[in-house]
């Protein structure tokens, strides 16, 4: 029997939002993001047991449109973070991880959104640039005040 040796890490995120009476406005659909260097090296520590902190804590989110680069540690010009609201592991499929934020109407809408990115770990808190940025995504998008974001992260850890 031929055993596959090759594990990849699938980072998918959508936002939906709604109105103040809970109605859907529009919803972007599911995209793929890059997962920073700092993200790979997190599970490699936590499997050589230098940290065992993983947890997706935070959301950010900024105004700089810059690209993304594996190398980045924080957002170009983080703007607003928020503690992540909900995870949950997907009871059918191993290895699969869902986590969302809810930003409020009055919430994140004194700036036009351009990057996101998910911060987990141990040093991981409010203060902006703290934490192990895992993934980092363009998103061009100003955010009012008559609608609510729910930004749902989708992590697969799968045999490839």
């Given amino acids: 029997m031929k055993e596959k040796a090759i594990t990849a890490w699938l980072g998918q995120w959508e936002i939906v939002a709604k109105d103040a009476q809970g109605c859907e406005l529009w919803r972007d659909q599911i995209r793929p993001n890059l997962i920073m260097d700092d993200g790979l090296n997190m599970f ?54 869902y986590t969302e934020v809810y930003i409020a109407d009055t919430e994140a809408n004194g700036f036009k959104c351009e990057e996101i990115g998910w911060f987990a770990g141990t040093n991981a808190s409010t203060t902006k640039d703290t934490g192990i940025m895992i993934a980092r995504v363009l998103y061009s998008r100003q955010k009012s005040a008559t609608e609510s974001w729910t930004i749902r992260r989708t992590d697969t850890l799968q045999r490839a």
């Fill in 44 to 97: 490699r520590d936590a499997l050589k047991g230098t940290i065992t902190d993983c947890k997706i804590k935070y959301v950010g989110l900024g105004n700089d449109p810059t690209a993304p680069a594996n190398d980045q540690h924080t957002l170009v010009a983080e703007q607003f973070r928020k503690v992540v609201t909900s995870q949950n592991v997907d009871p059918v499929t191993a290895g699969k991880l």
